[in-house]
């Protein structure tokens, strides 16, 4: 068969063009001859933009049917995977979040890149992996070779990647070094190692500094490309670490200079309004922008003074991520029939609980959006304020002015609410006022943190709140996690660990799935095999039965037997009807919930 490799001319350092690709395609079956011939005489009359793509993305762009594989385009994506076959070189993704882009874009300048469209991708000691997708031009490899004093390894990159990593990464880089040519002298401020240079006349570079205004540009517009629902910038000895969450799973995305990270910080405190001299206290700041698709996003930052100066977090509320449908969090059909019949009763209490990151937030914003009609006044006391949204009246807890959730829930009550929603009861004064609410006719939605529903009921009792109260206004509780669901364009069926399953159905003893699907990773997922979230539950609804057990000591896992006796799912079989569905794995349910007692 005739391959692409047949046509390098050993020492020309060619190109190859359209003809070149379209030969081998037409000779290998994959594109018929009439197809050629118009792309051809397409790409002759093209004009600008068009006639400068590379062989293979103008090949793309003209959407033909791929014959080798019916019912398929000869995507971008496909025809770069068989450059690398026919050309004998790793195919290689260019996944940002694993480039180390501070190490590889000094190693050659961007004209250099520009001009031999290649890019430097990995580099150790002993080598450094440069991306290219014309295989056989060869003509800068001694040059770089003799530069870098390390070998060249090559790799094969999608064009369209190549080209525009090229310009993000040197783009990037060129303004850290602006801005860290401010000073080169770190500044001391806040670092604890490096008190003694507190009287020196060093200055940290300008937060409203060009170059910083594009770094912090950047640093959104990356974070909402990825998905991402935290940004963390975090200063370190000698550098500042840049990590965005993702799918609940941190990933490191750049190491600044100190001063810049320094910098980048005193911006974003500018932008969130927050007190920019003040490095010694934690503060707390919001920031209003557009993601590139024009929806509205809102930033709550959070700094905390650390070992090397001011760290920050900047948690992002996507309004279309927080206030989504039941369906779409991962309520089941039962799930949510019994969290409707909580939370429409006139008055009592419904508590949601989980760690800090595994959607009580979201799970109450979309609760309270469907419960706001006009007939209703719903209000929150909350700390901070997740989200601005307009249905209901939403109050901040402000310490400062000993505002907490005890005294806002006492304001609340002169406001004739129907509805009251409590950030989090942390304490006894708080719960007190709750049940006050409840047993005068409000319906109190609230948040604590337990592992699971049961040891609610204990968490109470703990904080002092007297058992014949909690029996009097507790409706139920939903304990909850995220996990990551499968990616829909790679995930592909598997056979189910028979162990792993029954550890994770116990005592339930549930069949085997039949549709279980396994991660196998793709573009579209980063090559992780997952994309989004979504919630599993344990709805435990306070019957009769489960009341007569609620005393001063409260035996946790009676409770839990009482409640499976009900029909309440533990959130391990929860995770394992997403698992039987084939919306997620084994592995990843095991890895959030909790291996609660079975009974």
């Known amino acids: 068969m005739k391959r692409l490799a047949d046509l390098a001319i050993p020492g020309s350092d060619r190109s190859l063009d359209l003809g070149d690709f379209l030969t081998t395609l037409v000779a290998q079956g994959r594109i018929s001859q009439d197809s050629a011939d118009h792309l051809v005489t397409l790409r002759r009359a093209a004009v600008g933009d068009t006639a400068k793509l590379h062989p293979l993305e103008f090949i793309a762009g003209q959407n033909v049917d791929d014959l080798g594989r019916p019912g398929k385009k000869l995507d971008l994506d496909s025809l770069s995977r068989w450059l690398a076959s026919e050309s004998d070189q790793p195919w290689y993704r260019i996944d940002p979040l694993k480039i180390n882009v501070s190490a590889v874009t000094p190693l050659m300048s961007f004209a250099f890149a520009q001009r031999h469209r290649i890019l430097a991708v990995e580099v150790n000691d002993r080598e450094v992996t440069i991306a290219s997708a014309q295989p056989f031009v060869q003509g800068w490899e001694d040059n770089l070779r003799h530069v ?57 570079p300008d937060a409203n500094d060009a ?47 100190i001063q810049v990270t320094m910098a980048v910080v005193s911006r974003l405190k500018t932008l969130g309004r927050m007190n920019v001299a003040e490095k010694r206290k934690p503060q707390d700041g919001r920031i209003k922008t557009r993601a590139p698709k024009g929806n509205e996003v809102e930033l709550r930052l959070s700094t905390l003074p650390t070992a090397f100066g001011e760290k920050m977090v900047m948690r992002i509320f996507d309004p279309d991520v927080l206030l989504r449908s039941f369906d779409q969090l991962g ?59 307009d249905s209901f009246n939403q109050m901040q807890v402000q310490h ?44 109190v939605l609230s948040t604590l943190h337990t592992n699971d529903a049961p040891s609610a009921v204990s968490r109470l009792i703990e904080l002092g709140v007297a058992p014949y109260l909690i029996k009097a206004t507790v409706l139920g509780v939903m304990a909850q996690r995220l996990v990551r669901t499968l990616c829909p364009h790679c995930k592909a069926p598997t056979q189910v660990d028979e162990e792993a399953w ?59 037997r009482q409640a499976y006796k009900e029909g309440m799912h533990s959130l391990r079989l929860s995770g394992a009807q997403k698992v039987g569905a084939g919306l997620t794995t084994i592995e990843e349910v095991l890895r959030v919930t909790p291996n609660s007692q079975q009974g």
Not at 508 to 516: D, F, G, K, M
């Open 211 to 257: 170059h910083v205004v594009n770094i912090v540009d950047w640093l959104f517009q990356y974070a909402f490309e990825q998905r991402a629902s935290d940004i963390h910038i975090e200063p370190r000895r000698e550098s500042g670490c840049v990590r965005l969450r993702i799918d609940g799973v941190l990933h490191t995305v750049y190491q600044f200079p």
């Open 148 to 204: 870098l004093k390390r070998e060249i390894r090559r790799v094969i990159a999608n064009p369209e990647d190549l080209q525009r990593y090229s310009v993000e990464f040197y783009r990037l880089a060129r303004s850290v070094s602006g801005a860290n040519a401010t000073d080169q002298k770190a500044s001391g401020v806040g670092n604890f190692e490096q008190l003694l240079n507190l009287g020196s006349m060093s200055q940290e």
């Open 400 to 443: 400062n002015i000993d505002l907490n959730f005890a005294s806002g829930v006492r304001a609340l009550m002169r406001q004739d609410p129907d509805i009251i929603m409590v950030g989090e009861i942390r304490d006894l004064e708080t719960a007190e006022m709750a049940i006050q609410a409840a047993l005068t006719g409000h319906l």
């Open 502 to 560: 029954v550890d994770l159905t116990r005592p339930w003893n549930a069949p085997l799935p039949t549709q279980a699907q396994h991660a196998a990773g793709c573009l579209e997922c980063r090559e992780t095999g997952y994309r989004g979230r979504a919630g599993v539950y344990e709805l435990m609804m306070l019957s009769d039965g489960i009341k007569a057990l609620i005393h001063k000591d409260a035996d946790v896992a009676q409770l839990r």
């Open 331 to 389: 309520f089941s059909t039962e799930d949510q029939r019994r969290w409707q019949q909580m939370v429409s009763q006139p008055n009592g209490i419904v508590l949601v609980t989980g760690p800090t990151g595994s959607g009580k937030t979201t799970t109450l914003y979309t609760t309270l959006k469907q419960l706001a009609t006009p007939q209703v006044n719903v209000c929150t006391i909350e700390d901070p304020i997740e989200m601005v949204e």
